[in-house]
């Protein structure tokens, strides 16, 4: 077993995830380990039902491992309580979902403003007016995401999840619900404040092509992952 | 697909549906919407029955048959057919003789089995009272207070009736059915009727009533007085409690509104948690409707399978509903029973279709119209993965606006009150519909609270503004019933127990001679005792409206007839009479124009209407002046009220005979007789008896009322608890990410709290709002007292309001600490 790398942004070692269904045990994740350096990019790549979700949950510390270890920025997951990851995961972690999660009872702005006041911010609304400025949504602060495309969402989502300026961003297939053309426009947004904010980035999808512009890709098949740095 | 195929399809659709668990929300707003309406309906059920036993007691019978000739013999054996009890009661007036004097009295022969219903109480010659079905024994008699008084009689005296001699062995201390006229009051000689015969009194032409008295169960009598409708002999008419007591119509009628109004506002806000878990259970059903299309479903077969669906489970919570209902009710009665303080008559059989009845009802109005939607539903929409919203148009609140006026009409049994309350409430809800949406309007546009909690509780109230107005009003009309009960109760039911003062008359004097009112003043005064108020009452016949002869034979409705036949009395007085309320027209419009003012209740019933010409006959001449005034009197303050008032210019001239209430408490009844004695041509008519039996009447309707106001409040608790059910998934999806962007428990917490207590707050303040509008409306309209506001009920309400929120919504806040962030990486998938 591999010690734990302290330089890394997050470091997983022998992850399993084991489910009772049915009265049988279920193993949807065996021995999975990995690590992400700072300003690295990450894809995890793998078949619906092959374990994807449940290893970025497990990774973020939205979940707990049946055995095996997280750290997040050196500290260990297994130590801190739901409200520790809450912490860390508040000043540090940013999200980027699939399909979008964003509030429908707050504006744009206030969207953005959440993670910010959240953290108890007292620049939330300009911080996050500028930064919506620069996903291009400037003008749309105070919209309601039902007024929105999905490109628009998904780009007030962006900018949610890099206002706090994460150490480490999660993206669970962040194209999934979009077009191509606008698809291709969140990815280059994505990897533009990445390599601005010098974020590191875990990006689960099953697209091969979007898997390429990532520093390494793993694959997931079965519940096993497949290291390959490219 | 064959039909018995499709009925296995069916049956196979629902058992799934149910055993999924999907149904539950819905089933059990259904069942508790169904028990809310029948412990209402069974409660109010059995109060009223209470009452019409109580009131048959003034009868003395179930139904009783009045004529001016004995009943004919066909109708007796009808009724003795039907396993009827039968009792006869004759009464007349006429002259009683003794010790050299005589006195004008009312005979009143009774057969053996009077009274039917209530107790007759008596005191015999050994001075004790006895209570119990009484009646005098052949060859005696018994009087009341007034005549041995007048007369100077003791027990044991003999008195000559006719052509008889009686043994007098009782005084008349309470008859059921005495003091049926208020101001036909004269002393009462009570015998039995197997001495009629002897006294020789009753002859052709004698202005004898004849009195048969019926009782029986409920179906019999209900079924013999149709029968008698159509075999009513010529000069009969079936007597009615209500048309013969007016004080207790009115008691009954304003207890009738009451209970109504509760009702009714039971029954929308349980509607409104009905229709909050249709569009829920809907919402999640449009993608599997869209797989059943897929497989070859057609749109009618799959509405057929909702319909199905629907129907069972209409019919299983309005059975179960009905038994919880029964259940709650006995709760109910165990808690008022020290108030309600007798055994109550069991509910009716309506009550228990009542149940199965409402569910489907509610049903048929609140899920048919979106129901309908789902076969709209394309099969792309599995393909498009679509959320495909229930679309509201106005058939849906329509549809369900009628449901409720039948469900409303079946319990009130009257169809435009029903329509008049639902319209009345349809409109108090929507004034306090738009209120709550103003004040989310306004909250959502003040500048950003410091604090996020509050901001995004805000924000989550602001996000589903129709539901947060429905959580509103629902929870507001409730907490308001209840501030309106506890806080301005003593403005409100206490108001009305006022109306019957404590210190309401309790005598009514009558025949006071023009020439004698200063004299009787200053007996008064001498006595230490307050003037008196002196009314002058002048008989008229009303012999045409606008210069329409009145021809009382021609008048459909019976009630009308018998108004029309008798003579009314009639007074003049310059100002409005306390008590009294003007409803139309204004009050004396120059003293010297002649012109009437009319008790509404009469102007309805003898189709009088403002600026119409009435004419009189009094005393051989005509008056005739147009109706300048309506007036509204409160017949249960026990004042001397008027059917047609005039001013004194019109009648002054007229002769008149003078009429006066007052009030002696017990050590000062001896000036009663000290005022007879002086005034020996007056008559005293004591009330105080009827006093005590409306006022206990008023006592037992107060507490019933109490009650359903709090099962008021828990539905709308229930329809806050549909609300957060049916927002439960949006609420635990906003928490998992806010759980994801690092939010601690604390700060969920505070979300959920805040929102809780901003909705406490604005429901307290409406319900504080319209509490006192009630209290103002009701001191005001109702009752005619001063209108003081009571400001403290806007920090009670708001209090009241947080606390009744945040506890209902407690079990949210619960499950906050236990949400997990995963649920939102499952929900895209």
Redesign the interface.
């Known amino acids: 077993m591999t010690p734990i790398d302290n330089k890394a942004v997050l470091s997983a070692q022998n992850l399993a995830k084991q489910v009772v269904f049915n009265g049988e045990p279920l193993n949807i994740l065996h021995a999975a380990s990995l690590s992400v350096g700072p300003g690295e990019s990450v894809a995890i790549v793998g078949a619906s039902g092959s374990g994807k979700s449940t290893l970025l949950s497990l990774l973020a510390g939205l979940d707990q491992p049946s055995s095996g270890e997280v750290a997040l920025f050196g500290q260990s997951l297994a130590g801190l309580n739901e409200d520790g990851r809450a912490l860390l995961r508040r000043d540090k972690v940013g999200f980027v979902f699939q399909n979008f999660q964003l509030m429908p009872q707050l504006t744009a702005l206030e969207n953005v403003m959440l993670p910010l006041e959240l953290a108890g911010r007292k620049d939330a609304r300009d911080s996050a007016s500028q930064m919506l400025t620069h996903v291009g949504l400037g003008q749309r602060l105070r919209h309601y995401p039902r007024h929105l495309s999905g490109g628009e969402q998904q780009r007030v989502a962006l900018a949610r999840a890099f206002a706090i300026h994460p150490g480490i961003l999660f993206a669970d297939e962040p194209t999934g619900n979009l077009d191509a053309a606008t698809g291709r426009q969140i990815i280059d947004l994505l990897f533009q404040l990445n390599s601005e904010q010098h974020t590191s980035l875990v990006l689960v999808t099953h697209d091969n092509e979007l898997a390429s512009r990532c520093d390494a890709i793993y694959r997931l098949v079965d519940g096993r992952l497949n290291g390959a740095r490219a | 697909m064959s039909w018995w195929s499709r009925l296995l399809l069916a049956a196979r659709f629902v058992r799934r549906e149910i055993v999924s668990g999907e149904l539950t929300i819905l089933a059990l707003a259904l069942l508790v919407a169904v028990t809310a309406l029948t412990s209402v309906s069974f409660f109010s059920d059995r109060v009223e029955r209470a009452l019409t036993t109580q009131a048959t007691q003034l009868l003395a019978a179930d139904l009783v048959l009045n004529g001016n000739q004995p009943a004919p013999a066909a109708i007796r054996q009808e009724a003795q057919r039907r396993g009827l009890q039968l009792a006869d009661n004759i009464s007349f007036p006429s002259m009683v003789f003794a010790q050299g004097q005589a006195t004008l009295a009312t005979y009143k022969a009774v057969s053996n089995h009077y009274p039917l219903r209530g107790e007759m109480t008596v005191r015999g010659a050994d001075g004790q009272p006895s209570t119990g079905v009484l009646h005098p024994a052949a060859g005696t008699a018994w009087a009341d207070a007034r005549l041995l008084r007048k007369l100077g009689l003791k027990l044991g005296d003999r008195i000559s009736v006719g052509n008889s001699s009686l043994l007098l062995s009782g005084e008349i201390l309470r008859e059921p059915d005495g003091a049926m006229d208020l101001y036909n009051f004269v002393p009462r000689l009570m015998f039995n009727s197997a001495d009629l015969a002897a006294t020789g009194l009753i002859q052709e032409g004698s202005r004898a009533r004849w009195r048969l008295m019926l009782a029986g169960d409920d179906r019999q009598i209900s079924a013999f007085r149709q029968w008698l409708g159509q075999h009513l002999p010529a000069g009969s008419r079936l007597e009615n409690v209500e048309e013969a007591r007016p004080e207790i119509r009115t008691a009954l009628e304003r207890a009738r509104r009451f209970l109504g109004l509760t009702a009714m506002l039971t029954v929308a806000l349980a509607a409104a948690a009905v229709a909050l878990a249709v569009r829920r259970y809907l919402a999640r059903h449009w993608q599997p409707v869209a797989v059943l299309r897929c497989m070859g479903l057609t749109s009618s077969e799959v509405l057929g399978l909702f319909v199905c669906l629907f129907l069972l489970l209409g019919l299983l919570s309005g059975a179960l509903g009905a038994l919880a209902g029964y259940a709650v009710q006995l709760g109910l009665m165990q808690l008022s029973s020290r108030f309600v303080g007798e055994v109550l008559p069991d509910p009716g059989w309506h009550s228990w279709l009542l149940g199965p009845a409402a569910s489907l009802l509610l049903l048929a109005g609140l899920a048919l119209p979106p129901l309908l939607a789902i076969r709209n539903v394309s099969p792309l929409a599995v393909l498009r993965n679509d959320v495909v919203l229930v679309r509201s148009n106005l058939l849906a609140p329509l549809a369900a606006l009628l449901a409720l006026l039948a469900l409303a009409a079946w319990q009130m049994d009257d169809v435009s009150l029903a329509a008049w309350l639902l319209a009345g409430m349809t409109a108090f809800f929507a004034g306090v519909a738009l209120l709550a949406w103003g004040m989310l309007w306004l909250l959502r546009r003040l500048p950003a609270a410091p604090r996020?909690g509050w901001?995004?509780g805000v924000?989550?109230l602001?996000?589903?503004p129709w539901l947060a107005i429905v959580q509103i009003v629902a929870l507001a009309v409730g907490i308001m019933a209840l501030l309106t009960l506890t806080v301005v109760r003593d403005d409100l039911i206490s108001a009305w127990q006022h109306s019957i003062p404590p210190d309401a008359p309790n005598k009514f004097v009558i025949n006071i001679q023009q020439n004698q009112r200063a004299a009787l003043r200053d007996r008064f005064a001498v006595a230490g005792l307050q003037q008196p108020e002196l009314s002058p009452m002048i008989r008229g016949r009303l012999i045409a409206i606008n210069d329409k002869p009145l021809r009382p034979s021609a008048l459909a409705d019976e009630r009308a007839r018998r108004l029309a036949e008798r003579e009314f009395n009639l007074s003049w007085r310059d100002d409005l009479p306390q008590g009294n309320r003007l409803v139309a027209g204004s009050w004396w419009q120059g003293k010297a124009k002649p012109q009437f003012s009319v008790e509404q209740g009469l102007a309805g019933t003898l189709g009088i209407r403002l600026g119409d010409t009435l004419a009189f006959d009094i005393g051989g001449s005509t008056y005739r002046a147009r109706v300048t005034s309506l007036r509204a009197v409160a017949w249960d303050s026990f004042r001397v009220n008027f059917f047609v008032l005039a001013p004194p210019s019109l009648l002054q001239q007229q002769p008149a005979s003078w009429i006066s209430s007052f009030r002696l408490e017990g050590a000062q009844e001896e000036f009663a007789n000290r005022l007879v004695a002086a005034f020996p041509n007056i008559t005293i008519i004591d009330v105080s008896a009827i006093l005590d039996e409306v006022r206990a009447m008023v006592d037992k309707l107060t507490r019933a009322i109490e009650a359903m106001f709090v099962l008021a409040l828990a539905a709308g608790v229930l329809v806050l608890w549909a609300a957060l059910a049916a927002t439960r998934d949006?609420r635990l999806?906003?928490i998992a990410?806010?759980?994801?962007?690092?939010?601690?428990?604390a700060?969920l917490r505070a979300v959920v709290l805040a929102e809780l207590a901003w909705l406490g707050a604005f429901t307290g303040l409406l319900a504080a709002l319209g509490a006192m509008g009630i209290g103002g409306i009701a001191a005001g309209k109702l009752f005619n007292l001063p209108w003081s506001v009571n400001f403290y009920l806007l920090p009670i309400g708001m209090a009241c309001g947080v606390v009744v929120v945040t506890l209902a919504g407690w079990p949210l806040v619960g499950r906050v600490a236990r949400a997990?962030?995963?649920a939102?990486?499952?929900?895209?998938?």
């Not at chain 2, 990410?737 to 428990?745: E, I």
């Not at chain 2, 939102?824 to 998938?829: N, P, T």
């Open positions: 996020t901001r995004y924000a989550n602001a996000r589903r949006e999806s906003d990410v806010m759980r994801a962007l690092g939010a601690s428990r700060q997990s962030p995963l939102i990486l499952r929900a895209g998938q």
